[in-house]
Nanobody
Framework: DVQLVESGGGLVQPGGSLRLSCAASGFTFSDYCMRWVRQAPGKGLEWVSEINTGGTNTNYADSVKGRATFSRDNAKNTLYLYMNSLKPEDAAVYYC???????????????WGKGTLVTVSS
């Protein structure tokens, strides 16, 4: 069974930073591109970032570009999303997701974690 478990969310002040983690299991982690998606209160889902299988290429939404770094440790089956200069608009539930098909970041996701809540407030 595929499991994705996010952690690292919490309350941060505007301008602060945090690191989110996602522990993956139940599939060959290194064969799949992964994505972070978030949902702010009252808003729809927003794609945040994606990473290729080897962790050598990433893409970011314009809203977080320059403030976010997506990385993976395939030996540990773990993803990381580091964010700095946090803005109130970054407050959301952040979901770790798996791309459905192997060795591509085209197409949708088939598994989601339960999410971790990031609150940005002074």
């Amino acid at each position: 069974d595929v499991q994705l478990v996010e952690s690292g969310g919490g309350l941060v002040q505007p301008g602060g930073s945090l690191r989110l983690s996602c522990a993956a299991s139940g599939f060959t982690f290194s064969d799949y591109c992964m994505r972070w998606v978030r949902q702010a209160p009252g808003k729809g889902l927003e794609w945040v970032s994606e990473i290729n299988t080897g962790g050598t290429n990433t893409n970011y939404a314009d809203s977080v570009k320059g403030r976010a770094t997506f990385s993976r440790d395939n030996a540990k089956n773990t993803l990381y999303l580091y964010m700095n200069s946090l803005k109130p608009e970054d407050a959301a539930v952040y979901y770790c997701t798996k791309v459905r098909n192997e060795h591509t970041w085209d197409g949708g996701m088939d598994y989601w974690g339960k999410g971790t809540l990031v609150t940005v407030s002074s």
